[in-house]
């Protein structure tokens, strides 16, 4: 099985940085998506940044500027490098792999880390 491990999180003052590390481990032939998204108390879930296999990013607009994803595929772990945190940035979030490939030719599945708070207050 595939399981992904999220790390990172906690408390920070408005304006200051954390940075989430997720990392897959299992007999993983290919990640072809590596995505964060979060989840506030009493809101949707919502993707905050995804980041292809081959290095193509996408943001929401509310992180665009402020947040950076970027992804190790030797490791299959991928990272989000958050900047300049605001309240609103308080969630839980959750890393997901799409798309998994465990061998050549195999159905691909999507998996999710368990969550890691992030907290900005002061």
């Known amino acids: 099985q595939v399981q992904l491990v999220e790390s990172g999180g906690g408390l920070v003052q408005p304006g200051g940085s954390l940075r989430l590390s997720c990392a897959a481990s299992?007999?993983?032939?290919?990640?072809?998506?590596m995505d964060w998204y979060r989840q506030a108390p009493g809101k949707q879930r919502e993707l905050v940044a995804g980041?292809?296999?081959?290095?193509?990013?996408n943001y929401a607009d509310s992180v665009k500027g402020r947040f950076t994803i970027s992804r190790d595929n030797a490791k299959n772990t991928v990272y989000l490098q958050m900047d300049s945190l605001k309240p609103e940035d308080t969630a839980v979030y959750y890393c997901?792999?799409?798309?998994?490939?465990?061998?050549?030719?195999?159905?691909?599945?999507?998996?999710w880390g368990q969550g890691t708070q992030v907290t900005v207050s002061s």
């Open positions: 299992g007999s993983i032939l290919i990640i072809a998506t």
């Open positions: 997901k792999a799409g798309d998994v490939r465990l061998r050549v030719g195999s159905q691909g599945y999507d998996f």
């Open positions: 980041i292809s296999s081959s290095g193509r990013t």
